[in-house]
């Protein structure tokens, strides 16, 4: 079993930058693919990126390819979302998700694929 622990939300302006971490428990971080969704009031969960347990691999929803970067860092058992260009369509409570995937190169991209959830961090943009 894995917990997840996010940071480095809060507020933010348009065009500018924030970077979400997420710390995971355990020894095995490398064999998890680990995911960020965010949840925006009075919507569902939505995908907004994956990597792959070596961080070989990533996926990006369409909204955010091009401005946020995620990355990991095995040695730390963390990982992060590099958030660029911000809008204020990218307000909403951001999650940390992880999934055991072993070897796999795999990366997924549905709520259901993950069944580690960390408490999520809000993430407010302004004009």
């Known amino acids: 079993q894995v917990q997840l622990v996010e940071s480095g939300g809060g507020l933010g302006q348009a065009g500018g930058s924030l970077r979400l971490s997420c710390a995971a428990s355990?020894?095995?971080?490398?064999?998890?693919?680990m995911g960020w969704f965010r949840q925006a009031p009075g919507k569902e969960r939505q995908f907004v990126a994956a990597?792959?347990?070596?961080?070989?691999?990533?996926a990006y929803a369409d909204s955010v390819k091009g401005r946020f970067t995620i990355s990991r860092d095995n040695a730390k058992n963390t990982v992060y979302l590099q958030m660029n260009s911000l809008t204020p369509e990218d307000t909403a409570v951001y999650y940390c998700?992880?999934?055991?995937?072993?070897?796999?190169?795999?990366?997924?991209?549905?709520?259901?694929?993950?069944?580690?959830w960390g408490q999520g961090t809000q993430v407010t943009v302004s004009t």
């Open positions: 355990g020894r095995t971080f490398s064999s998890y693919c």
């Open positions: 998700a992880a999934r055991e995937s072993g070897l796999s190169i795999l990366v997924f991209t549905t709520v259901r694929d993950f069944a580690y």
């Open positions: 990597i792959s347990g070596s961080g070989g691999r990533t």
